[in-house]
Each structure stands twice: as C-alpha cells, then as structure tokens.
C-alpha cells in the first residue's frame, strides 16, 4: 500500500510521538502517579502489541527464514563470574562528570558531543578516542558550561560502571554477588557447548534471544532512547576462524535488508563504522535511523572473533572448543558474528518512520489527519470493524463479523461518533484496515448483500468485499504488503 499524495505534510518531532505516545495508549511515564520513575516507561495496551509485533517481525525473520539460526532464552540473572570474563567488571563504564556547584551529573563525552553539535565543531581528536585527561582538558578550554545551573566548576572525568549490582540471598557475601544483565548474549556464550551437543548443531549457526537487560546509565534522555532497563533482539553466529569476514558482510546485508522489508525507507538509515573498537571487536558498524534528534544506533553488527568464547573457557576451565567432524574433527574456537538490535529503539524507529500528519483536503481546503503507516505486520490493530449506526441489527452485524477476524487479526470494534473520526482514531493508531458495515450489508434485495466496505489506512481507498471472503483478503493484503 502507497502513501496517499499529499499536498502537506508536518515535520515529525519527538514531543509530536511522545504525545501521541500518551495519547493513544502506547507508552506511558512509569509510575506517573508518584512523579516519574527517570529512564523507566510503561508500554500501554496498543505499545505491548506493537512491541510485540517488531519482536515477532524479528524472530520470523532471524529463525524462521533461516535454518542454520534456533532461539534461547536464558537468564537475567548469570553468575558473577560470567561478567569478569566478558570483560564487563572491568571495562564496562562511561566517563562521568560533576558538577559542583549544582550537583548534576553527565556523561563527559556526551557533553563535549552535544557542544560540539550545537557550536558546529569537529573536535580534531575523535571524541571516543579521547582520554578522561583530554576530556576535561576540552570541556575548560571550550568553556563547555553546566546544562542545568550555566556555571563552569566540575569534577574530574572518572569512570562509572554501568551495571546493577546486588546479592543473592539473605547475606551479602562475596560468594552472592549478582549483577542484572546488561547484554543478553553471555548467556548465549556460556551455553554454546550445551546447544551443540544437544541440538546436534554444526558451524556455521546462530542462536537468536531476545529479552531485557539493564545498565545503570548516568542519564537518561530523548524519551525510550536511552533507559535503565530495555530489551534486547540479539543473535550469535558461530562460524570456523577464516569465514569471519564474509559471514560478517553477508549478516550486514540481511540487517539492512531487515528495515527496508518492514518500511524504514533507505534514506533514513546510514552506516556508521566503529573507528575505536570495544576489547572484543575484530570490526564494528552500527546501523542507526534518522530521529528526529538525529543519526542514532538501532542495531549493531561486531565481529567479536573468539573472544568470549575463550574468556569463558579461561574462567571457567570449561573446553569451549569445537570438534569440525567436516573438517578431519579439526578442533578450533568458534568466531562470533553478533547482530544486536534494541527492541525499543526500533519501536522509536518505526514510529518516526510511519508518523505523518498528511492534508487530504480537497479544492485547496486544508484537512488534516494524524496517520501511522505502519506496516500491516506491526501494526497494534490490524483490523477495526465499524457499525455504520448502532442500531438497525448493524452493532450486532459487526461484533459478529468481529469475532470472526479476531481468530487471525487483533481487532478492535468502535461505534462512538461518526464513522470519518472513527477512521480519523485509526489512523492515528496505523490501523490498516477498517472494515464497516452498512445497510447493504443487511439488505437481502440489495445486490451488495452480505458485503461490507473495507477501508486502506494509507491510499483511503475503499472497497467492497463479501464478509466470506473477508479473512482471505485482508491475509493477501498483508503479504502482498510484505512482497514489496
């Protein structure tokens, strides 16, 4: 389904998708009653289905189109020993900065970055590169002063580790330290040997997970963007040392491949490729969308070679080497490629994308409706049946035809107002379809008997199609949807 040719369209901005957030039921503050829980948010009952639905969208693509790829699911809580062997004790942390005269908190780089953007500056080092030294030496020369207070009095640049730590039991031990996993994927490492032998898996394949994690970040911002806890679409190729690259490229490939499917358009995505590599990384890119506040990550695909594999087995005193029976039982560390996507940023990447507030007035007269064009596959609601009028047998007509969609679509039903803002709360939820039923429909002398006019979200266009062949039809919509 093609947009509708508009003759205007409004900018989509952040406040724009954070009310409609609201609004609609898709995400709300947590714990609002209370003031606010910072970098926490409630997904309401159109965002669960929505969310639902890109995690879906991934897990078919990831598993169900590939053979070589199964699923995990394994536990938030690890044992401690498995982050000092990720690396994560020691090197997972951001640079902080305080200042004193108003106690807020930043992240040093982020500083600098959000300077630097605002002043049309391009430091001469990368700011990734840079030490805690240059950091604070940058923020005095600049003058860079404090976003909340405008004063210039700070601490020096330290490191701040970004995972929650806590205890397992009723005493607080060495022995019962426990973090809350900040990646999904060392439960994937930590069972490699377990998946092998059990599934009688052979290199190359991938295990794909999705689930939450948790960093303690030292400040939130730009609404779901950046939070404490958020969830995870993650999956681990294994693959023999040597075939790295290629697989690397062909895993790139498939990501891209993955947006462009379910209506990111290709402008609004770039490539950004990691010039100062994580400890693990062999090679890095990000693949990131353009919000409304810019360029940003949604996924991120690293070559992570053989180290986590081999940091578990240095730990642990585990083999976690694998036995090549196709290889003369060659017996190697397996190379990762890992692809990681953030499932609530790309809830915010499909939102932006499919946000439009589109004129569709006619003879020069502006008339304005708020659409979502989701895909059909994403959208929280596929399909809403609308009594034309409530009384007459039509209410009672489209609560039937309903209970017949809802074995294959999420539905919902609305008889509240005329039927053009019934279509106008529709769109504004990317329902694609809207399906209502009429006099016709009831009328047995009329040659549109037992039909009901079905309404495209994007193009308004209608058509009629008998209440039978209702569920095949929209099924073809939806996979022609898909084709293109």
């Known amino acids: 389904m093609e947009k509708k040719a508009v003759s205007d369209v409004h900018a989509c901005t952040l406040d724009k998708i954070i009310s409609l957030c609201k609004r609609r039921g898709f995400v709300y503050q947590a ?3 209370y003031g606010g829980q910072a970098g926490a948010w409630d997904y309401g009952p159109l965002g669960v289905e929505f969310k639902r639905n890109i995690q879906n969208a991934w897990w078919h693509y990831m598993t169900q189109l590939h053979d070589d790829v199964i699923g995990l699911d394994s536990a938030i809580f690890q044992h401690h020993k498995t982050w000092e062997a990720s690396g994560h004790v020691a090197h997972f942390s951001d640079p902080m900065i305080d200042c004193t005269e108003c106690k807020a908190r930043f992240r040093a780089d982020q500083l600098i970055e ?6 049309s500056i391009v430091p001469e080092k990368p700011i990734d590169t840079m030490s805690h030294e240059e950091m604070k030496q940058f923020i005095d020369d600049k003058q860079i002063n404090c976003p909340t207070c405008g004063k210039h009095n700070y601490t020096a640049v330290r490191e701040f580790n970004l995972m929650f730590k806590t205890h397992l039991g009723p005493v607080a031990t060495d022995a019962s330290l426990i973090y809350l ?3 999904t994927c060392q439960g994937i490492f930590t069972d490699f040997k377990n998946i092998v032998q059990s599934n009688r898996m052979k290199i190359p394949f991938g295990v794909a997970q999705v689930g939450k994690s948790f960093r303690n970040e030292i400040i939130f911002k730009n609404f779901i963007f950046r939070t404490c806890e958020f969830e995870q679409m993650e999956m681990e190729y294994f693959c023999k040392p040597g ?3 290629e697989i690397f490229e062909r895993w790139r490939k498939e990501r891209w491949a993955f947006y462009i499917k379910y209506g990111i358009s290709e402008k609004n995505l770039a490539w950004h490729h990691h010039d100062k590599l994580a400890h693990y990384a062999k090679d890095a890119y990000d693949i990131q ?5 810019g360029f940003e990550e949604i996924e991120g695909i690293h070559n ?5 594999l081999s940091q578990h087995a240095a730990i642990s005193g585990k083999d976690m080497n694998y036995i090549d029976q196709d290889d003369g039982n060659k017996s190697y560390t397996p190379y990762v490629i890992e692809t990681s996507a953030g499932l609530n940023r790309n809830f915010l990447a499909f939102l932006c994308e499919a946000y439009e507030e589109q004129n569709v007035g006619t003879d020069g007269k502006e008339d304005y409706r708020t659409v979502l064009h989701l895909h059909p596959s994403l959208a929280p609601v596929t399909v809403a049946v609308l009594p034309l009028m409530k009384k007459d047998g039509l209410a009672e007509k489209a609560k039937e035809i309903r209970n017949i969609l809802k074995e294959d679509f999420v539905t919902d039903y609305d008889q509240s107002g005329t039927v053009g803002k019934r279509y106008r709360r529709q769109d504004e939820i990317g329902t694609p379809f809207c399906v209502t039923v009429d006099y016709d429909t ?8 037992d039909t009901v006019t079905l309404r495209y979200r994007d193009s308004m266009e209608q058509v009629r199609v008998k209440v039978a062949d209702l569920t095949a039809f929209i099924q073809k919509a939806i996979k022609e949807t898909s084709k293109n």
């Open 243 to 245: 075939t790295d690259d």
């Open 304 to 308: 992570r070679t053989d180290f986590d």
């Open 289 to 293: 969308y353009n919000f409304p506040i």
């Open 181 to 183: 996993r900040p990646e």
């Open 114 to 119: 959000d300077f630097c953007s605002s002043h």
């Open 31 to 33: 714990s609002e009653i």
């Open 442 to 449: 009831l009328d047995k002398d009329n040659a549109n008997f």
